[in-house]
C-alpha cells in the first residue's frame, strides 16, 4: 500500500511541475515567484517558524537587515519559489539557460587546492539554489560527491539520484558514507557537505551560530584533519540576470595542540563562512528551518 501512494504521490508531483519545465524560463521564474509568495501567506506554520529566526538573530545583534523581518521572508519564500522552477527544468532536462546564467568566481582558489592531491572539500549551507551549486561545479570543474539522506518516496528519490549523476555530480547516502567520502578524496574528488543545520550531539560541538548556541557540525573538521584535504567555502546566491558562486580560500586548519579543541575551533571557522553568507544575503537562508532546537535558553 504504502508503495502505490508513494507512486501516485510521484505521478501527481510530475503532473504539477510539469508546466515549470515547458515554459519559457522568464515565464517559469515568475510564476515560481508567485507560488513562493503564495506560500507565505498560506504556509503559516513555517512562515512563523522563519520570521521568528530572524527576528531573535536580529535582536540579538548578530545580524542586521534594512527592512522588516517579515519583508525579508516574504522575499525569502519568493526565491524559493523561483529555486524550485529552476530545478524543476533542470529534472526535466530543461536546464542549458540556466547553466549559461551562473557564473564562477574563485576557480583559481579550487584549482590550488585540488593541485594538492588530497581532495577538495566545499563547505556550505541550504543558501540560495544549493541544489544547483553542485551541479554547476559538477558540470564546469570536477566531479563533486554530495552526502544526502534518501527520500522516503523511492521513485522521487531514484529522479534526484539520476539528474544529479547525470551531470556530473555522485550522491553518498549519510548511512555509512565515511568509507566513500574517505575513498573520494583519496581519488583526489571533490566532496560537498552542507554543515547549516542542528545536528546531534555526537556529531557537532556547542557554539554560537549567528548569536545563539547550538550544535555546529564538526564532521568537515575531522576529515579534514584526517585526509589533509582542503577545505574552501562555496555559496551561491542570486543575482539580476542569474546566479553567481563564489568559491572563497582554502580555509587554514586551526594550529592548537590539543585536538578536541582544534575540531572545535575549526567548526567555529568553518560555520562561520555561513554566517558571513546569511549576513549579506538575508533572504536566501533556509529561515524555515528549527535550527536552534537542541539547547533551550
Sequence with gaps: ?????????????????????????????????MMGLLLFYLWRSRRNIAVENLRAAVSRGAIKIETTPEAVIKQNFVNMGKSFAEIVKIYFGLGKRIFDRVGIKGIGNFRKAQSKGAGVIFISGHCGNWELIGIILSMKLSRVYGIARPLNNPYLNRVIERTRERYGNRVIYKKRALKKLLFALKSNEAVGMLMDQSVIISEGVVAEF??????????????AR?????????????????????????????SAEDYEQAVYNDSVKFSGKIEEYIRENPAEWLWIHRRWKRIHD
Design 210 to 223: 549567528l548569536g545563539k548556541k547550538d550544535h555546529v557540525m564538526k564532521t568537515p573538521a575531522i576529515i
Design 226 to 254: 584526517k585526509t589533509g584535504a582542503p577545505v574552501l567555502p562555496a555559496f551561491i546566491r542570486r543575482t539580476r540576470n542569474g546566479h553567481l558562486i563564489e568559491i572563497g580560500e582554502e580555509i587554514a586548519l586551526d
Design 1 to 33: 500500500m504504502k508503495r502505490v501512494l508513494h507512486f501516485v504521490s510521484y505521478i501527481l508531483i510530475v503532473f504539477f511541475s510539469f508546466p515549470f519545465a515547458i515554459l519559457p524560463y522568464s515565464i517559469s521564474l515568475k510564476i515560481g515567484g
